[in-house]
């Protein structure tokens, strides 16, 4: 139980456009979903938490025009990096929980910005 | 305040032996503690978790001890193996929020 997906699991884009990331909770309804950004041999930085049919919490230093999250169901949320450019090249982490302290993460989506 | 420090950064233990990764915060509003293991290119797996009103929890040969009035904790792999070489996460929560610690990427050498 507790499994979260992501997808795509890797996707490259021209610098400019648009990517959207979905995560889904696929066996157990996401009270909350969380999305992390890590750079290589970094830690996870928290970026935004979203509760389903409210808009998402960004964390400092975050720009919420730039990263779009919507939060459309209990299971599922999407991450839309809009004009994206080189040093949004990532990986960018989602996690769910439900009533409990458990995080459940996703296996994350690689992107490159070219 | 809401910093979670990792250390070490590094480890290498031989195969049979026990690896041991040490965490310290700040907050003692911070009500939850969770340790990750990550494998390159894969998201985080939830390895074992403690309330702060427990001092030690064990689940196979992952064991976390806890001190309170230290403001630290620490996760212990006993028997490590080679398989167990990943980078370990420890994290802490406040209202449903993770803070994690820096990585401690650990080598289990056979």
């Known amino acids: 139980g507790a499994v979260v997906s992501q997808h795509p699991s890797r996707v490259i884009c021209k610098s400019g456009t648009s990517v959207k990331i979905e995560c889904r909770s696929l066996d157990f309804q996401a009270t909350t979903m969380f999305w992390y950004r890590q750079f290589p041999k970094q830690s996870l930085m928290l970026m935004a938490t979203s509760n389903e049919g409210s808009k998402a919490t960004y964390e400092q230093g975050v720009e919420k025009d730039k990263f779009l999250i919507n939060h459309a169901s209990l299971t599922l949320s999407t991450l839309t990096v809009t004009s994206a450019h080189p040093e949004d090249s990532s990986f960018y982490i989602c996690?769910?929980?439900?009533?409990?302290?458990?995080?459940?993460f996703g296996p994350g989506t690689r992107l490159t910005v070219t | 305040q809401q910093q979670v420090k990792q250390s070490p950064q590094s480890l290498i233990v031989q195969k049979g032996g026990i690896s041991i990764i040490n965490c310290a915060y700040e907050?003692?509003?911070?009500?939850?503690f969770p340790w990750y293991q990550q494998f390159p290119g894969k998201g985080p797996a939830l390895l074992i978790a403690i309330r702060p009103d427990v001092s030690e929890k064990k689940e196979g040969r992952f064991t976390i001890s806890f001190n309170k009035s230290a403001k630290q904790f620490s996760l212990h792999i006993m028997d490590s193996q080679p398989g167990d070489s990943a980078t370990y996460f420890c994290?802490?929560?406040?209202?449903?929020?993770?803070?994690f610690g820096q990585g401690t990427t650990l080598q289990v050498k056979p």
């Open positions: 996690s769910a929980n439900t009533q409990g302290y458990e995080q459940y």
């Open positions: 994290a802490a929560s406040m209202g449903g929020k993770l803070i």
């Open positions: 907050n003692t509003a911070f009500d939850y």
